[in-house]
Nanobody
Framework: QVQVEESGGGLVQAGGSLRLSCTVS????????MGWFRQAPGKKREGVSC????????EYGDSVRGRVTVTRDNAKDTLYLQMNNLQPEDTAKYYC???????????????????WGQGTQVTVSS
């Protein structure tokens, strides 16, 4: 049984930073490409970033490119998302999931992934 725990969210002012973490158990983490996704109330889920199993391939969504960095530590079965210069439009609940091979197009297939965790809330005040 796969278990996912996202953490690191919080309330920050515009321009601030957060580092999200996603710890996974019950699967061979280092065999899977992984991604970060977010969903704001009343909005469609959005792909934020993905990273291949070896960290060789990385992609970012258009709305966050240049402001976020995805990394992973396979020894710790953990995925990270460093977010800088946060803006109110980044307010959402953030989830991680294993993905199809990391690519710009696969990052957009948000309805085809299993989101096992409860997510972590990021709220950015203006």
């Amino acid at each position: 049984q796969v278990q996912v725990e996202e953490s690191g969210g919080g309330l920050v002012q515009a321009g601030g930073s957060l580092r999200l973490s996603c710890t996974v158990s019950g699967m061979a983490f280092d065999d899977y490409d992984m991604g970060w996704f977010r969903q704001a109330p009343g909005k469609k889920r959005e792909g934020v970033s993905c990273i291949s199993s070896t960290s060789r391939f990385i992609e970012y969504g258009d709305s966050v490119r240049g402001r976020v960095t995805v990394t992973r530590d396979n020894a710790k079965d953990t995925l990270y998302l460093q977010m800088n210069n946060l803006q109110p439009e980044d307010t959402a609940k953030y989830y991680c999931a294993s993905t199809f091979p990391c690519s710009y197009s696969n990052l957009r297939r948000v309805d085809e992934y299993n989101y096992w965790g409860q997510g972590t809330q990021v709220t950015v005040s203006s």
